[in-house]
């Protein structure tokens, strides 16, 4: 395994010690013999089993903010695994291109089912890991592809979304649910449809899945996305992305908790 250095390209919040590193893996993600290539995060001088955080891209895959968060959650003394969805060598150079990748999974759920499992497997294996205190997160594009790895029945003890995709293609598969489940939403984000997330809502119901979904008032799409540039659809929003961190710390209190 090779140490990547990947340079960030805007100032994190708070100084991550200088054991905190960042590797490439080649990884299995399919039936048809596809790679990944994820990225594994962990604090090098910390000893012992510990929880695992499944980090999962927006639909620009793997990108500065993946690096960010899986470098934050390793100095929080997580070990973080940005799963890749894609494929190793897809990488959309553009929003159509990114479109075309995200549209092809949330087509064919099966298919985002077993890319993402195959990234859980991965960090599973891990021997640093206590597998049985593993939750996964997942931003806009990744938001959806966490739903639909709790939906497959994962052994999680939670999983989260950040402004993702909240529709509800089956509602049945509700029931396989095992993991807490956690919705950072921006209340007025024109992506997801007040259809889709009345289903939503009424599928974990249905399933009597413990759930919770907060909205922040003002925001859009892609709120913790800096780069999110587009006024009343797509637009970074600096409260929500600090409140949205700040409710995620505190679920995965909930979720480790002895």
């Not at 070990?79 to 999974?105: C, L, N, S, T």
């Not at 994962?154 to 509602?171: C, M």
Request: charge should be positive; glycine fraction near 10%; hydrophobic fraction near 45%.
């Amino acid at each position: 395994m090779k140490r990547l250095l990947i340079p960030l390209l805007f100032a994190l919040p708070l100084a991550l010690p200088a054991e905190v590193s960042v590797k490439t893996l080649a990884y299995p993600i399919g039936k048809d013999k596809a790679v990944g290539e994820g990225l594994l995060a962990l604090d090098g001088a910390k000893a012992g089993k510990r929880p695992g955080i499944l980090v999962v891209h927006a639909w620009m895959g793997i990108d500065e903010h993946v690096q960010e968060v899986i470098r934050r959650l390793a100095a929080d003394g997580y070990v973080a695994f940005a799963a890749d969805i894609y494929g190793k060598g897809v990488r959309p150079a553009d929003p159509k291109e990114a479109g075309a990748q995200a549209g092809k999974y949330k087509a064919d759920r099966a298919l985002l089912r077993e890319r993402v499992n195959a990234g859980l497997a991965q960090l599973k294996a891990d021997a640093r890991v206590d597998a049985k205190k593993i939750v996964a997160i997942g931003y806009c594009f990744g938001g959806t592809t966490v739903l639909e790895l709790a939906r497959s029945g994962a052994d999680l003890a939670g999983v989260v979304s950040f402004h993702g995709g909240l529709d509800s293609p089956a509602p049945a598969d509700g029931k396989n649910i095992k993991a807490k489940v956690l919705v950072l939403h921006g209340a007025d984000d024109p992506a997801v449809k007040a259809e889709d997330l009345a289903a939503f809502q009424r599928e974990l119901r249905e399933a009597k899945v413990d759930w919770q979904q907060v909205s922040y008032g003002g925001a859009v799409h892609a709120f913790t996305q800096k780069s999110a540039n587009r006024p009343g659809m797509a637009l970074y929003d600096a409260s929500a992305d600090r409140r949205s961190w700040a409710h995620f710390k505190g679920f995965l209190a909930e979720c480790f908790q002895p």
